[in-house]
């Protein structure tokens, strides 16, 4: 029997859609199956900050080529999408920030991302919002914001545009071998199969090393001007990026809408999505002491989503060595809205035999996999949390 499909990408999320959008893209019979629909999962619930971040070489190359692909595709984005270049601000409080301010300026820099360093005048002049005293901070105005269901609706339509095929409300319980299983006893064959479950990717591969990260973010009523950029303080490069914890960071947003999205936070050992009053009470705090106004605002809602991360702080992007016909395209924790294209980009290249943009090999699975099978994630998570 011949394959049906060349490609079954599991997963609707924004890394499924971009993922069905690239592999169409080149020719690929492709079909996309989803236990919900399009844009759900962490996807709902992100922020949609399209950012340049330095954490690792490798994260500045996903993320820079990332940003590049939106930014071409941003004039043909619908309205609905929300797509605007409005810039981050990386808000200094003193020297030592600065000076960290003038290092991601040179990396930056070097990776060809055009950026600015605003003194205590020229930041209080642009975000008039902030409390006096900032030392100043970082402008990248490259860095947009969209809103992530509807970026992920616009990639699976162009996917269907270029031939796809969508099967929503589809459980898979079992992918590989050439074979995806539904939960209602059907399967499907495809020659390759893309694994894009976000945090859920584990239940179809128990021995991948992610664990779930939740995250809040609040959302206010109109306040159109309140804030003009993404700002996030720097201080969110120390504390919510730290493996172990929880941790709050101010994170705020400006939505087209003239709604103020407030974030955020990041938790392990969370697995149901209710709210954590005393976290949620710590990142409005931390948002406060950096927008003293910003608590008058009226609240409109609070959510959490899972983010899926890694030990190494890298998604997993291309074959699982176990099974010549499994691709896995997750974990890309906080920046899989940002990185969602570049990873579309990676695997089709992969299925495809073509060369990628972008070196595919700091994002391969197979980094994980030594002699011991990755004995135990849990020790890979602790061992990165001592970092
Ligand atoms: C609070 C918060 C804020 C964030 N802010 C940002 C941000 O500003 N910028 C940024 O770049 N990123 C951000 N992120 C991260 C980003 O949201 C995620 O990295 C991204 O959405 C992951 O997309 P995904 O497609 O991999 O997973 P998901 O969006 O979770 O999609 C996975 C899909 O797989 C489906 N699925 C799962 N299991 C199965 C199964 N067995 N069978 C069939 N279908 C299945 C689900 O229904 C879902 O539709 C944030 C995340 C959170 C939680």
């Known amino acids: 029997m011949t394959d049906p499909y060349d490609v079954i990408v599991v997963g609707a999320g924004i890394v499924g859609a971009a993922c069905a959008r690239a592999c169409a893209a080149q020719g690929l019979t492709t079909l996309v199956v989803d236990a919900a629909g399009v844009g759900g999962g962490a996807t709902a619930a992100g922020m949609g900050h399209i950012v340049v971040m330095d954490d690792s070489p490798a994260q500045l190359a996903l993320t820079r080529r990332s940003q590049q692909l939106w930014g071409a595709l941003a004039a043909e984005l619908p309205s609905k999408v929300e797509f605007e270049p409005r810039g981050t601000l990386w808000v200094a409080a003193d020297e030592e920030e600065m000076q960290e301010v003038r290092r991601k300026q040179v990396v930056y820099s070097a990776a060809g991302v055009r950026t600015e360093v605003l003194d205590a005048h020229s930041l ?55 074979q995806v299983r539904m939960e209602d006893g059907s399967s499907l064959s495809a020659s390759r199969i893309v694994n894009a479950c976000g945090a859920g990717a584990i239940s179809l591969l128990p021995e991948l090393p992610i664990r779930k990260r ?74 406060q002491s950096y927008l003293p106004r910003i608590g008058a605002l009226k609240t409109i809602r609070v959510w959490t989503g899972f983010r899926a991360a890694t030990p190494d702080k890298l998604p997993l992007i291309g074959p699982w060595p176990d099974d010549p016909s499994l691709l896995l395209a997750t974990g890309h924790e906080g920046l899989g809205i940002t990185t969602s294209l570049a990873t579309g980009e990676l695997v089709a290249a992969e299925i495809a035999g073509v060369k990628p943009e972008i070196p595919a090999q700091p994002y391969l699975p197979a980094r994980f996999l030594d002699g011991s099978r990755a004995a135990s994630q849990q020790g890979l998570f602790e061992e990165a949390a001592h970092d």
Request: hydrophobic share 45%.
């Open 214 to 287: 939740r995250g809040h973010l609040l959302i206010t009523d109109r306040y159109p001007g309140f804030v003009h950029h993404q700002l996030v303080e720097l201080g969110y490069l120390k504390s919510a990026h730290s493996v172990a914890g929880a941790s709050v960071a101010f994170n705020v947003q400006p939505r087209q809408t003239g709604q103020v999205l407030i974030g955020s936070s990041r938790e392990f050992g969370e697995e149901d999505a209710a709210i954590n009053h005393t976290l949620l009470a710590a990142m409005l705090r931390r948002a």
């Open 124 to 178: 209080a002049a642009a975000e008039p919002q902030l409390r006096p005293g900032l030392a100043g901070a970082l402008l990248v105005p490259s860095d947009a914001v969209l809103y992530p269901p509807a970026a992920a609706a616009y990639l699976i339509h162009q996917a269907m545009d270029l031939g796809a095929r969508m099967l929503p409300s589809q459980r898979v319980v079992a992918a590989g071998r050439g």
